[in-house]
């Protein structure tokens, strides 16, 4: 298991970011996540990216899609600049060396789960094929709010067999599963978890779990970050959960508000690593952690996302 989280900063500040919060692996936004836009970073800043995340010890580096896509709308247009956005950002994953883009799926709109669910496998099967690379495509489980596509497993499992691409796997996130009624806090909850993930989309392509507690209760059906253990999964249910030989070998990453309100940190991580029975952040690490936020906190605010 390795703890991180996502950060700040961009292609440029990412490094510095993840030092300063003495993360191992990282989440990040290549581009702006409230636009269309394609990432325009040069390739002297993605080699610099790759050197940098190699010369700290990071990995792996996952992207996060942009929140505006949705493969599963009924508008074509939204598909169409969709397609276009996760073909983009899985290609600039490539670019920098990470190990995949994470994305929603999407939403139905006023349209039938099926009609949804085709299309979301016609967007992901087009996006993948207009990009050559090693990158995952992992489709994010969700919590539930509206029509949105992945609340259940099954739901991912139809859209991976019919794309039938080895490039195409998914994540689990904490705080949506708990929304989508998983409850995560007993050994029972858990069990149950497991043995339908088992029976339909699978541990094989299970690459990733964004890490998240939550501020509504089981079965809300609401996607609302906490730091871990504040939530309503709790100490108790994240100690079972990341010490679960299912889970106990994924990365996992933070998306937490944080103590300061300024996304993951240290004590997050720290808290993390105490539930999953690992060794605490080393001393030496939390030095450099201090300075790295030093030099973070001196940055430009337009370095930063």
Known sequence: MR??????????????????IGAETIQIFAGSPQTWKAPTFSDTDAAAFREGVAAAGIHPVFLHGVYVTNLA???????????GAVASHLAAANRLGAAGLIIHPGAAGDDSLDAA?????KGVGRALAQVEGDAWLLLESCAGQGTT????????????????????????DTCHVFNAGYDLRTDEGLAAMVEEIARTV??????????????????????????I?????????FARFLRHPAFAHLPMILEVPG???KGPDLENIQRVRALAGLPPVTPEVVARARQAAAQVATEPAEALP
């Open 229 to 237: 253990g504040e939530g309503h999964i709790g100490q108790e249910g």
């Open 149 to 172: 596509i992945g609340r259940r497993f099954a739901e991912l499992q139809y859209v991976l067999e019919a794309v039938d691409d080895p490039r195409l796997g998914w994540a689990l």
């Open 73 to 83: 709308s009924p508008k074509n247009n939204i598909r169409h600049m969709s397609i």
């Open 117 to 121: 669910l085709e299309r979301v496998v």
């Open 3 to 20: 703890v991180g989280g996502h950060v700040g900063g961009g292609v440029r500040g990412a490094v510095a970011h993840a030092q300063a």
């Open 259 to 261: 103590f300061q309100r």
């Open 202 to 227: 699978g541990f094989e392509r299970l690459r990733a779990v964004h890490l998240n507690d939550s501020k509504t209760p089981l079965g809300a059906q609401v996607d609302r970050h906490e730091n």
